[in-house]
């Protein structure tokens, strides 16, 4: 598989998003949210994109990790592993 050369994002840049039909009323009650209580929506976003990024990071590095010798490092390896799928949304 060939990878694509990754944008560089310089500051003053521009990320777009879509809003989808299944997304509308969270996009409107998020702005409105951040504009009663003087939120930057931008700087929610960034930080939300930040912490969402260390979290898949933390997963991955604890999926690749080798695997444990210890019955008991495994069965806990394995319980944090489905705690984590859990707060993603993924199980």
């Not at 929506?41 to 930080?47: M, T, Y």
Request: charged share 35%; with cysteine.
């Amino acid at each position: 598989m060939v990878k694509k050369d990754t944008k560089v994002y310089r500051p003053g840049d521009q990320i777009h998003i879509a809003v989808t039909q299944n997304f509308e009323r969270t996009a409107t009650e998020f702005f409105d949210f951040c504009n009663t209580n003087h939120y930057n929506p931008s700087e929610v976003i960034r930080s939300c994109m930040e912490q969402w990024l260390e979290r898949q990071q933390k997963l991955r590095d604890m999926m690749d990790s080798p695997v444990e010798r210890d019955a008991r490092d495994l069965v806990e390896r394995e319980r944090r592993i489905l705690q984590r799928l859990r707060e993603e949304g993924l199980s």
